[in-house]
């Protein structure tokens, strides 16, 4: 699946557009088997080896497969709502699509489709008119992400992806696993300043690089030196951030939320 460029705007566009044609006004409305029948798809839960979902086309007609062992309810929500993304913005792309987890966190090298279903589930799950004032005037915390996830049915990981994009603070959400940086986010003004390179080892100096040491996990915000996370250190006014960690223990892997002062 390739594109020559991503659409944001369509893709964001298209999930605003099913709130407003069917009327949802809260997360609790949002029944995302009820919506895809209403959209000509079916979804079932069976076995899948290699996919979080698989969406087949056939003509008007779909069929939405979703990993039967998935754990999380929020995880299988977003796996429903990315094929939905594909059903509506890629009908010329194929007739059958595997979408795995590493899909549906895609940004960086992932292909236009993969990003496109992405936008489109974040702002079906979360729209920004609903989650951009949840957002305002708090500052970035686990808490915080934790009460949005519950409110939104979705999980931390992609809780904490919609809180940076949306976020006109100077925060980053990383996933760590074995010890290395295997991806991040950051809003914008972070991402103007910072750059963490994926899969490059943690420093000892951070939070999360602690826990994989087997250091028991801090309550609250962390000061952490900035240059333990960032080579380049020279945008920045301050020099050290707040790091506040959740462990994902079923998968091994740690989210460090960070947020500058």
């Not at 009908?91 to 987890?101: D, G, K, R």
């Not at 236009?112 to 957002?135: D, S, T």
């Not at 760590?176 to 100096?205: M, N």
Request: charged fraction near 25%.
């Amino acid at each position: 699946m390739t594109s020559p460029q991503v659409s944001k705007i369509f893709a964001v566009a298209e999930a605003a557009r099913l709130w407003q044609l069917y009327g949802f006004t809260s997360p609790r409305d949002l029944v995302l088997e009820d919506l895809a029948l209403a959209l000509g798809v079916i979804v079932l839960e069976g076995r899948l080896d290699s996919a979080d979902a698989r969406l087949i086309r056939t003509g008007k007609r779909g069929l939405i497969r979703v990993k039967e062992d998935i754990p999380e309810v929020g995880r299988k929500r977003f796996a429903i709502a990315h094929d939905l993304g594909h059903w509506l913005l890629h009908t010329n792309v194929s007739q059958v699509l595997a979408c795995t987890s590493e899909d549906m966190v895609a940004k960086y090298k992932a292909s236009a489709p993969e990003i496109e279903a992405n936008y489109f589930a974040a702002e079906l799950l979360m729209p920004e008119k609903l989650f951009a004032p949840r957002i305002r005037r708090p500052s970035l915390s686990v808490q915080l992400l934790k009460d949005l996830a519950v409110e939104f049915q979705t999980t931390l990981t992609a809780t904490a992806i919609r809180y940076v994009e949306l976020s006109d603070d100077y925060c980053a959400m990383v996933i760590s696993e074995k010890g290395q940086v295997r991806w991040w986010r950051g809003s914008a003004g972070f991402e103007e300043l910072c750059w963490i390179e994926p899969g490059s080892p943690l420093s000892v100096d951070t939070v999360a690089g602690g826990v994989f040491k087997g250091e028991p996990v801090p309550d609250g915000p962390q000061r952490v030196d900035a240059s333990a996370w960032v080579e380049d250190t020279s945008k920045l006014e301050d020099d050290f951030f707040f790091e506040e960690v959740f462990p994902l223990q079923r998968y091994g892997q740690v989210i460090s939320v960070l947020r500058l002062p």
